[in-house]
């Protein structure tokens, strides 16, 4: 039987609840968590994976970003 996952995307926690205040990355992911949600998506990193399995998140999506496509090659190596 097909399944709904549902992804929350960090950057909309971006500035949350304050720009000068704003949550710890394990916070979002926390509270990710306590919405219900199955998955998160960032620009990820190792600390995404261990907060992820600490509070029961089961999916990550990573993505890179850039405004320059010269910047692509090097960030898809790694």
């Known amino acids: 039987m097909a399944r709904l996952i549902q992804y929350a995307t960090l950057w909309t926690l971006r500035g949350h609840p304050r720009e000068d205040h704003e949550w710890t990355l394990e916070r979002k992911i926390k509270a990710v968590a306590g919405a219900g949600f199955d998955g998160v998506s960032a620009v990820l990193t190792p600390e995404h994976r261990l907060l992820a399995e ?11 970003s850039s405004s320059t496509p010269a910047d692509f090659p090097a960030m898809i190596r790694g």
């Open 54 to 64: 600490k509070h029961g998140i089961a999916h990550l999506i990573g993505f890179i």
